[in-house]
C-alpha cells in the first residue's frame, strides 16, 4: 500500500488522514498529544469543564494508519524529517500546519496541558473581574461577547472594533443581526475603533484601553485579532511564496509552488476559501479523491481541479440559544437565526461529533 505522510492533526489532517485510512497507508504527525477542538474553546472560557470534552487524544483516531507524536522540521515530496532526527519516507505528503491564535483560543505551544491551564486561570480571571473588553470584531470576538454576556449578565462588556461593521467580510445582514442581539444582551459596541497598542496581543491581560471613556479603567482585555497561519515547515519548498495574509500560495490543485507529490490545505494554505473549519468540509472530499486517484495511477493533471466555496457559510452562536449563520448554499448563501444557529451549532459545538470522530463517547479524561 501506497504511504500519504500528513503533517499537522488539526481540522484538515484528522478529516484527511481519516478519509484516506482504507486507501492508503496513512502517517499523520501531529506535535501535539491531543486535538484541540478549538470551537468549543470560547466557551469553556465561561465553562472550564468543557476541556474535559475538547481535548481528544488520537488514539482511536486511525483504524489501519498512525499517528506519530512529533514535530516536522524538513519537508519534501518524498517525505518528511522530524526534530527527533526521525525520518519518515512516502509517496505522498501533505502539510495542514494550520494557524495560531491569541490564548486562550488555541495553545500556544505543543502542550495541551498548559492550554487547559492557562484557559482555567483566564477563567478565574473573568469571575474576579466586573469590566471585560474584547478587541476583534470577527466571529471569535463576537462569540466570546456573546458568552460572556450570557454566562455572566452582570459584566460590562465591550467589543471593540476597528472596522465599521462586526464581522468584515460577510454581509451587512449578518453583521447587524449580530449586533443587534449583543446589544440585547448589553453589551457595547465600539465600531470604527482602532486600537493601536495592545499591553499583550497574544493573551487577555488586567488592563485599560484609550480608546474612549467606557475602556479607561481596568478590566478584563482579550485579543481576538484574527488567526496567523502556521507556515515554516513550507521554507525548504523551492519557489514557494505567500499571500497578504502569511498563507502559502498553491497551484490549481493545492501545489505549493506546484510541487509534484506534495499538497496543501486549510489554514495554512491559501485555497481561495477563508481559514475556516467549513472551508476545510470542501477541500477534504476534493484532496482525499484526487490523492486516491494519483495512487492509483491517475495524472494529476487529467483530474479535476480544486474549486474553492463560491460564498463564505459561517455559524455564529451568542450563546447556546442565540446568534445567527449563513449557511454556503445557493449563489449567495442563506441566512438563517437564532433557533437554527442554536440547534447546529449553539447547544452542542460539535461536541459529541468530535468525540465520535475520534472514536470517544464522553469524556476523554
Ligand atoms: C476560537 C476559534 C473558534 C473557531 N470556530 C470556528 C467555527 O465554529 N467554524 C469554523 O468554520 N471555523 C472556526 N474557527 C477556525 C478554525 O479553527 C480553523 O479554520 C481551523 O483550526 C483550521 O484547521 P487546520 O487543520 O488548517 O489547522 P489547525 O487546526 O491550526 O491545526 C494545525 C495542526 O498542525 C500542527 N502542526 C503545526 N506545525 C506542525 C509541525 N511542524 N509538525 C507537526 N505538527 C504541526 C499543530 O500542532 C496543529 O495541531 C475557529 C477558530 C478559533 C481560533
Known amino acids: 500500500m501506497k504511504r500519504v505522510i500528513v503533517v499537522g492533526g488539526g481540522y484538515a489532517g484528522t478529516a484527511l488522514s481519516r478519509a484516506l485510512d482504507k486507501v492508503a497507508d496513512v502517517h499523520l504527525v501531529e506535535a501535539r498529544d491531543r486535538f484541540v477542538h478549538n470551537v468549543a474553546a470560547i466557551r469553556?472560557?465561561?465553562?472550564?469543564?468543557?476541556?474535559?470534552?475538547?481535548?481528544?487524544?488520537?488514539?482511536?483516531?486511525?483504524?489501519?494508519?498512525?499517528?506519530?507524536?512529533?514535530?516536522?522540521?524538513?519537508?519534501?515530496?518524498?517525505?518528511?524529517?522530524?526534530?527527533d532526527g526521525e525520518h519518515i519516507e512516502g509517496d505522498i505528503?501533505?502539510?495542514?500546519?494550520?494557524?495560531?491564535?491569541?490564548?486562550?483560543?488555541?495553545?500556544?505551544?505543543?502542550?495541551?496541558?498548559?492550554?487547559?491551564?492557562?484557559?482555567?486561570?483566564?477563567?478565574?480571571?473573568?469571575?474576579?473581574?466586573?469590566?471585560?473588553?474584547?478587541?476583534g470584531g470577527g466571529a471569535v470576538g463576537v462569540e466570546l461577547a456573546g458568552e460572556i454576556s450570557t454566562a455572566y449578565p452582570g459584566k460590562a462588556v465591550t467589543l471593540v472594533s476597528g472596522?465599521?461593521?462586526?464581522?468584515?467580510?460577510?454581509?451587512?445582514?449578518?453583521?447587524?443581526?449580530?449586533?443587534?442581539?449583543?446589544?440585547?444582551?448589553g453589551v457595547s459596541l465600539q465600531l470604527n475603533t482602532r486600537v493601536d497598542t495592545l499591553a499583550?496581543?497574544?493573551r487577555p491581560f488586567a488592563g485599560s484601553l484609550d480608546t474612549g471613556p467606557?475602556?479607561?479603567?481596568?478590566?478584563?482585555?482579550?485579543?481576538?485579532?484574527?488567526?496567523?497561519?502556521?507556515?515554516?515547515?513550507?521554507?525548504?519548498?523551492?519557489?514557494?511564496?505567500?499571500?497578504?495574509?502569511?498563507?502559502?500560495?498553491?497551484?490549481?490543485?493545492?501545489?505549493?509552488?506546484?510541487?509534484?507529490?506534495l499538497f496543501a490545505l486549510g489554514d495554512a494554505a491559501a485555497t481561495g476559501d477563508p481559514m475556516t473549519i467549513v472551508a476545510i468540509t470542501r477541500q477534504v472530499p476534493w484532496l482525499s479523491k484526487t490523492i486516491a486517484a494519483v495512487l492509483a495511477g491517475r495524472p494529476l493533471d487529467s483530474l479535476p481541479p480544486y474549486?474553492?466555496?463560491?460564498?463564505?457559510?459561517?455559524?455564529?452562536?451568542?450563546?447556546?440559544?442565540?446568534?445567527?449563520?449563513?449557511?454556503?448554499?445557493?449563489?449567495?448563501?442563506?441566512?438563517?437565526?437564532?433557533?437554527?444557529?442554536?440547534?447546529?451549532?449553539?447547544?452542542?459545538?460539535?461536541?459529541?461529533?468530535?468525540?465520535?470522530?475520534?472514536?470517544?463517547?464522553?469524556?476523554?479524561?
Open 200 to 202: 499583550s496581543p497574544d
Open 214 to 261: 467606557e475602556e479607561a479603567g481596568t478590566q478584563l482585555v482579550f485579543p481576538a485579532m484574527g488567526a496567523r497561519p502556521v507556515t515554516t515547515v513550507f521554507d525548504q519548498i523551492p519557489g514557494v511564496s505567500r499571500d497578504s495574509q502569511g498563507r502559502v500560495v498553491l497551484d490549481a490543485w493545492l501545489r505549493p509552488a506546484g510541487a509534484q507529490h
Open 93 to 135: 505528503v501533505v502539510l495542514a500546519t494550520g494557524s495560531r491564535y491569541a490564548s486562550p483560543f488555541k495553545p500556544q505551544g505543543d502542550s495541551t496541558e498548559a492550554f487547559a491551564d492557562e484557559l482555567r486561570a483566564v477563567h478565574a480571571q473573568l469571575e474576579s473581574m466586573n469590566k471585560i473588553a474584547i478587541v
Open 44 to 83: 469553556s472560557v465561561v465553562d472550564p469543564s468543557l476541556l474535559d470534552r475538547i481535548l481528544i487524544p488520537y488514539d482511536r483516531l486511525l483504524h489501519r494508519g498512525r499517528v506519530r507524536q512529533g514535530t516536522v522540521t524538513g519537508v519534501s515530496a518524498q517525505g518528511v524529517r522530524l526534530a
Open 163 to 185: 472596522s465599521p461593521a462586526l464581522m468584515p467580510g460577510y454581509s451587512d445582514k449578518l453583521a447587524e443581526t449580530l449586533a443587534a442581539q449583543l446589544r440585547s444582551k
Open 307 to 365: 474549486r474553492p466555496w463560491p460564498m463564505r457559510g459561517i455559524l455564529v452562536p451568542i450563546g447556546p440559544s442565540d446568534g445567527a449563520s449563513v449557511l454556503p448554499v445557493l449563489r449567495n448563501g442563506v441566512q438563517v437565526g437564532k433557533w437554527v444557529t442554536a440547534r447546529l451549532k449553539g447547544r452542542e459545538l460539535f461536541i459529541p461529533r468530535y468525540l465520535k470522530e475520534f472514536g470517544y463517547d464522553g469524556a476523554t479524561q
